[in-house]
């Protein structure tokens, strides 16, 4: 495998007013491994940044520790500021912090209930009872994944029921039902067909406008099509970090170069 | 080319041993099915006898209290109540402990404190119900006799013996289905802000419910069947209980005390078998209630 400069990046910076959250100096070691070096970067409001990079480059790693998901798994060292708060301390509460910042993973991962509790799973979870809001969150929601057209009927059906892209959209949908912040989404269309993949797109697209959205994908032209800015993952090291147009146009790293023509390694 | 056609149509070694492979494991079958087959038409003929070859009323031996078949009084109700008695309240006391087990195994501890309990919770498996019981006659008894009163024999003490006993049951077959709880469960419950005991409570123990419930019913079905700890403390005088500390007796220490006393062909010896058949036909209806479980249960 060719060898690049790891140490070498070039990594775009953003108004402060911009910025949504704020990684600084992020490390993260499984056990004694280390998996992530140094990553600092900036996510804006209400934009769509997609991480892209090889397998093992640690850009899932790297986002699953701006929600705190990787607090059992590994050591992360580092700032990530939200609000004014880094959250990557003991004194935050985690539980609140993922109701700000939710996710959605590669496996469309529904619980085995209806469509309809796996909605108000979280709502109940944080103690709202009225059923009318219960009721306008769970329809609100789906039309956000645009699911609600195809489930309108079958609300009190098994999650289990729904087809791969359809499951995958609920749990969208699942987690905006707490109206978040940012949604980091984990490869979220890497186990659907292409015509899911689509629609979860389109929804993708449509969310931005409301929240900021962070994804991982191993599908170049997915983060070409839909995202605003692109950081590319190489080792463990984030080598760069720009618009979406440059990165796929005119990238300064060669790494990145060589990634996005396919002649890496 | 006739030669490729001639092979393809004669057998050749593997389907040969294809098929005495196949011949050896339905003979197996076979043997097991009429085993079981015979088992069941030898208790259910003896256990018959009572009713049929005695003309005893089948209801009055299921209703009736006074239990002693040399003077032709077949009541076996006091047996019955003590064994569902024993049974449940067992299972009962046990349930929330090894809930609690497991969910600390599977869920909380790291891998040391899991390494750590396994084999002590295998180590109850392999005590044998002797050693039970004699632990029971000689701390459980005397304590229930100073705390209760009586004489401290009885369902009390019963239960807290086979509570020891059907205890690494439970539990062992808890933690099975609470690792089969898929880990994505885990994951989207606290990607959506729930808090790591609202996961276990509202979607792990949910999710295994069915699990944990036939886990339970092993484990009544290993209380309804054990005989020796239980004779042990339960006092075995077959008498209606009349509080969960009096003598009383279950089906099975009813079966050990008196099987020796009795000669074959004869009312009491009937009785015995068919108190065999109760036990019988509720252990095929233990088995039925998890079937059913487990079919119902399945995550759709």
């Known amino acids: 495998m060719k060898q690049y400069d790891l140490t070498k990046n070039n990594i775009i910076q953003f108004k402060p007013e911009r910025v949504a959250l704020d990684a600084k100096h992020v490390n993260v070691f499984y056990g004694e491994k280390q998996s992530t070096f140094d990553v600092s970067m900036q996510f804006p409001k209400n934009r769509i940044i997609a ?48 109701k700000q910042i939710g996710m959605v993973f590669q496996q469309p991962n529904p619980f085995a209930k209806s469509i309809k509790d796996n ?4 709502l109940k979870k944080h103690g709202i009872k009225d059923n009318k809001q219960i009721d306008q969150v769970v329809k609100s929601s789906l039309k956000k994944a645009a699911l609600y057209e195809e489930v309108q009927d079958s609300l009190n059906k098994s999650a289990m029921s729904l087809s791969g892209g359809q499951a995958q959209r609920l749990c969208i949908a699942r987690a905006i039902t707490m109206n978040p912040d940012i949604l980091l989404l984990d490869e979220p269309t890497s186990a659907l067909d292409p015509i899911s993949t689509k629609k979860i797109e389109a929804t993708i697209k449509e969310l931005s406008e409301k929240y900021t959205i962070i994804m991982v994908t191993h599908n170049m032209q997915q983060a070409s099509r839909i995202s605003d800015y692109t950081a590319f993952f190489h080792m463990g090291h984030l080598i760069e970090y720009d618009k979406t147009s440059k990165i796929f146009t005119n990238p300064s790293e060669e790494a990145t170069e060589d990634y996005i023509t396919g002649h890496f390694g | 080319m006739s030669e490729i056609k001639n092979k393809l149509l004669k057998p050749s070694k593997a389907t040969k041993q294809d098929r005495f492979g196949r011949r050896i494991s339905v003979l ?13 038409f030898f208790i259910a003929t003896k256990g018959m006898a009572t009713f049929i070859s005695n003309h005893v009323n089948p209801i009055k031996f299921l209703t009736g209290t006074d239990w002693s078949p040399s003077q032709k009084m077949t009541g076996a109700l006091p047996m019955i109540v003590t064994s569902f008695g024993v049974t449940l309240l067992a299972a009962l006391i046990a349930t929330p402990f090894a809930i609690a087990i497991a969910i600390y195994m599977t869920e909380i501890a790291n891998k040391k404190g899991s390494k750590f309990l396994q084999p002590i919770i295998e180590l109850l498996v392999g005590i044998p119900s002797v050693v039970y019981g004699f632990v029971g006659l000689t701390v459980v008894v005397p304590a229930v006799r100073t705390l209760f009163g009586g004489t401290g024999f009885g369902i009390l003490a019963g239960s807290i013996v086979l509570f020891v006993m059907v205890l690494p049951t439970i539990t062992t077959l808890t933690i099975d289905s609470l690792n089969a709880v898929p880990s994505h469960y885990r994951k989207a419950s606290l990607a959506l802000g729930a808090t790591r005991w609202q996961t276990i409570y509202k979607v792990i123990l949910r999710a295994a419910l069915p699990g944990i419930m036939t886990a339970i019913v092993f484990g009544m079905a290993r209380a309804f069947g054990e005989a020796l700890a239980v004779q042990m403390v339960i006092g075995n005088s077959a008498l209606m209980p009349t509080s969960l500390v009096s003598p009383t007796s ?39 209630v998890v079937k059913y479980i487990a079919k119902r249960g399945q995550l759709k």
């Open chain 1, 51 to 98: 991480f892209i990079g090889a397998s093992g480059s640690g850009k899932s790693t790297f986002l699953r520790c701006l929600n705190r998901m990787n607090d059992d798994v590994a050591t992360v060292d580092g700032q990530i500021n939200y609000e004014g708060l880094n959250i990557n301390s003991s004194a935050i509460n985690v539980y609140e912090l993922r």
């Open chain 1, 119 to 122: 909605l108000t799973f979280a």
């Open chain 2, 28 to 40: 197996c079958i076979g043997l097991i099915v009429i085993l079981v087959a015979s088992i069941i």
């Open chain 2, 250 to 288: 279950t089906l099975t220490s009813q079966l050990t005390t008196e099987v020796g006393n009795t000669i074959m062909g004869t009312l009491p010896n009937n009785a015995l078998w068919s108190l065999a058949l109760i036990l019988l036909l509720m252990s095929l209806f233990f088995n039925l």
